[in-house]
């Protein structure tokens, strides 16, 4: 059996972002966010609702999800394969515009909901070894959270590194899906009896998947592996100049170096009462040069 790689942009969208699966997204956030009791997710509300999306948009189309739940609070959750630099800043921008985007002049404040921004990120982003990271607006002061309509949350999935045997729960088992769904060729057994976890995977069956699915999942592969390359191939020039750089003003300094030496020598000759025509021979100074130091 063939699953498709949840980190494929349009793969992790159709599993989290299916209107008739909603299951899905409601487990995954209330395990990530570790909401219980009365914050407990019970629906959703998808704002874009996942559907096939035309290769020539692509370039243009964010494959993000975004939905609220019951209480009006806003989600957005991104899927990041590749560090493109600047996360952090596209992450506020996001979560900034989602917030702002709730009212429309001269409407009330009040109505503003939260806005929750989850990155699940395939690489690592912060210096902490912690795989799940939640960021809030604290008072410095107090350490209290009075300005709580933003919550960033950043999963760095090259951080999470447990086995199977070692999935204590639901969030971990949701990110082994997410970290290593492309590479199994079954359901484990310790991923089973969740109804939206089987629900993801059965999402992720790719024998089911049609012609266009099919088509765009490759695309995207293609084009992710293709700006990695680009990205290798510019550090490496990158290198490559750098290296040629430092070569060149190595022996620019070198130069500058043996000129000041030369000097030096003309000097001391000069000084000892030799002619401008033998000390220009002894430096490689011009004699013209050699009478301007004279």
């Known amino acids: 059996m063939k699953f498709a790689d949840p980190k494929n942009d349009i793969a992790f969208k159709k599993i989290f972002g299916d209107e008739n699966h909603k299951e899905v997204l409601i487990s995954f956030l209330n395990a990530v966010l570790d909401f219980q009791g009365e914050q407990t997710i019970i629906d959703v509300e998808l704002a874009n609702p996942y559907q096939v999306p035309k290769i020539e948009a692509l370039k243009e189309t964010i494959l993000d999800i975004k939905a609220t739940n019951q209480n009006g ?34 409407d009330n404040y009040h109505e503003l909901k939260k806005v929750y921004f989850i990155g699940i ?21 107090t350490n209290s959270q009075d300005l709580d309509d933003f919550e960033f949350c950043f999963i760095e999935l090259d951080k999470f590194a447990k086995e199977l045997t070692q999935l204590n729960s639901l969030v971990d088992k949701w990110l082994y899906f997410i970290k290593n769904g492309a590479s199994l060729e079954m359901i484990p057994k310790e991923l089973t009896g969740n109804p939206a976890l089987e629900q993801a995977f059965d999402a992720a069956k790719m024998y089911s998947w ?85």
């Open 73 to 106: 609070d806003h989600f957005i959750v991104e899927m990041q394969k590749n560090d493109q630099g600047n996360f952090a800043k596209r992450s506020l921008y996001y979560t900034a515009k989602a917030y702002t985007s709730q009212i429309g002049r001269g």
């Open 121 to 141: 990120l395939n690489f690592t982003m912060f210096e902490s070894n912690h795989y799940i990271s939640r960021h809030l607006i604290l008072n410095q002061e």
């Open 210 to 294: 049609n012609k266009k699915e099919m088509e765009i999942y490759d695309y995207i592969d293609l084009q992710k592996g293709s700006e990695l390359d680009a990205l290798r191939t510019a550090e490496q020039k990158g290198e490559k100049r750098g290296l040629k750089k430092g070569i060149e003003q190595e022996r620019a300094l070198g130069e500058k170096k043996r000129e000041q030496e030369k000097v030096e020598t003309a000097k001391n000759a000069i000084k000892q009462g030799l002619d401008n025509q033998t000390i220009s021979a002894i430096t490689g100074l011009p004699p013209e040069e050699v009478e301007k130091l004279r």
